[in-house]
């Protein structure tokens, strides 16, 4: 099976560094996924890491490292607008097609 | 077009009722999802389509019954629900519901069906 551990809140100032870190329990996974969802809207998709490594899209970055079972995502240059939940997620290498598994979410609260 | 659309918004509905929830998308996407979410709680897996055919159903009671009509469009057909039933219903897309690479990895979620049950 699987299980992956978030902390549940990281608050920061504006302008700040936020890393979210995700650990996991896992027998295995294709890859690693981060989802953004403001109060009230829907999770949108932020970054893939199939492979160790960082991975950048802006002022949001990922990272994987398997052989140390952690991830992160991190936010730099925070803006009140990133004041949201966010979600690791994985597919598991045992489950069948399309089964994402989303951890239980970082609530990042952007104080000015 | 990039997303995925989602009607009602809005339902509230009694136990005894039936109502239905529907999801439409135009990217060509051929995995479709049905995700269920409580206040404060991740997206839990409901139903997966895979080209147009149901190939996960994560134990979901049938008073939840999804229906594929073709590539573009999935619903949710509801009824004798319960109140504890209540909560945002969204739906997504992918690419295909390949778990390697960006297909099942990369879901397009619609803003969701907030359901109240009464």
């Known amino acids: 099976g699987q299980s992956l551990e978030q902390p549940s809140e990281v608050t920061a100032v504006e302008g700040a560094i936020v890393q979210i870190n995700c650990t996991y329990q896992?027998?295995?996974?294709?890859?690693l996924s981060w989802y953004q969802q403001h109060d009230g809207g829907a999770p949108t998709f932020l970054s893939y890491?199939?492979?160790?490594g960082l991975e950048e899209t802006g002022r949001f970055s990922s990272f994987l490292s398997r052989s140390d079972s952690y991830g992160y995502l991190l936010l730099q240059e925070l803006q009140m607008k990133d004041s949201a939940s966010y979600f690791c997620?994985?597919?598991?290498?045992?489950?069948?097609?399309?089964?994402?598994?989303f951890g239980a979410g970082t609530q990042v609260v952007v104080t000015p | 077009d990039t997303e995925v659309t989602q009607t009602p918004k809005h339902l509230v509905m009694g136990m005894t009722n039936k109502k239905s929830l529907k999801c439409e998308q135009h990217?060509?996407?051929?995995?479709m999802y049905w995700y269920k979410q409580k206040a404060k709680k991740p997206p839990e897996l409901m139903f997966v389509?895979?080209?147009?055919?149901?190939?996960i159903n994560e134990s979901v009671p049938s008073r939840f019954s999804p229906e594929c009509p073709n590539s573009s469009l999935l619903n949710l057909h509801l009824h004798a629900l319960q109140p504890e039933d209540s909560a945002l219903y969204l739906c997504?897309?992918?690419?295909?519901?390949?778990?390697?690479?960006?297909?099942?990895?990369?879901?397009?979620f619609g803003a969701g069906s907030r359901l109240t049950v009464l």
């Open positions: 896992t027998s295995g996974f294709y890859g």
């Open positions: 890491n199939a492979l160790d």
């Open positions: 990217m060509g996407h051929r995995a």
């Open positions: 389509y895979s080209y147009e055919k149901l190939s």
């Open positions: 997504a897309s992918s690419q295909d519901g390949s778990p390697r690479g960006t297909g099942a990895n990369v879901l397009t």
């Open positions: 997620a994985v597919s598991p290498l045992t489950d069948s097609w399309g089964k994402l598994q």
